[in-house]
């Protein structure tokens, strides 16, 4: 006759723990025997739960990004809304900015994590007190929709913005009007800050990057080897590297360090992709430079090592293209923002 049931003790906190096993043996005497429950896989991350499925926007969600300390996450939406929500925890909406007359496409926070900026369709750039929620700044002098914005890493509040008018523009927070347009002949998709803030990047359906000169204020190169329209930049942690996405479905390293062999581009990543939606596809590292990621039309989150160049996640969950994809900047966890008009929050295993 065998007797089984669960153990519990004041160690586990009264969670289930060692299975015991009673067998009495035929002269009588107990033999008594315990089996460890098979565990999961260890916890890396300090979320809740391993997944965490953030929902309440009314549209496709476009754009997410960490605050510098990872404890907010900031999403844009078609529904002409940015949520804030609570990294841990439950993951709790708790603010909501709302001012732009049309969708969110891409937003970013400062370094100093005090405020965000957002570009929107509604020819607009805004800036927002991340704290109150006001509407600080609203830079409207595009002429068509506003598909790009980036701000400087480190220094003076400056941003930059791409739009359909063909122009990138360059803004100081604490000026009314733009210091700088740096004129393209056709429309701006993706717009970055170089590391040292004396460069700008910009992509768009010329299936090219140009590298503006801000001192000169010129086009000091021009990277090739996509051949589709670019959809969005990414400048390495170190400032070393730019990574592009684009829509012939590759994901490309740039080394962009001073006296870089001609052929600056060092790396090609491949196994997401693009489709009829033309979704503006966004691009992200990791904090350590050791993995890129960035939104795929399958509906995946792919991840890659960049010194091997192998795929190490492709990661579903998503009912929709999946537009961006960035990492948490201290702990192995990644947000995707889909045009299922979801979030999700995944930790990744070590």
Known sequence: MADTKRAYSPENNGEAGAIVKKQRTDDGSVVVSAKQPKQGPQRT?????????????????????????????????????????????????????????????????????????????????????????????????????????????????????????????????????????????????????????????????????????LRKVEVSMTLKGHSDTVTGLRVSPDGTHLLSNAMDNTLRAWDMRPYAPANRCVKVFTGHSHSFEKNPLKCDWSPDGTKVTCGSADRNVCIWDVASRRLLYKLPGHNGSVNEASFHPLEPIVASASSDKQLYLGELVL
């Open 45 to 213: 991350s300090g979320l809740l739960a391993p997944i965490m499925l953030l929902t309440g926007h009314a549209g496709e969600v476009f754009t997410c990004k960490f605050n510098p300390a990872g404890d907010v996450i900031a999403s844009g939406s078609h529904d002409k809304h940015i949520f804030l929500w609570r990294t841990y925890g439950e993951c709790e909406n708790y603010m909501m900015l709302h001012g732009h007359k049309n969708a969110v496409l891409e937003l970013h926070w400062t370094s100093d994590g005090e405020r965000i900026v957002s570009a929107s369709p509604d020819k607009s750039v805004r800036a927002w007190d991340a704290v109150t929620g006001e509407q600080v700044k609203k830079m409207a002098e595009h002429d068509n929709f506003v598909n790009s914005c980036c701000p400087l890493k480190r220094g003076p509040p400056l941003l930059v913005s791409g739009s359909d008018d063909g122009t990138a523009k360059l803004w100081d927070l604490r000026s009314k009007r733009s210091v700088h347009t740096l004129s393209e002949q056709y429309q701006v998709l993706a717009v970055a800050f170089g590391e040292e803030g004396d460069q700008v990047y910009t992509g768009g359906i010329e299936n090219s990057i140009k590298v503006w000169d």
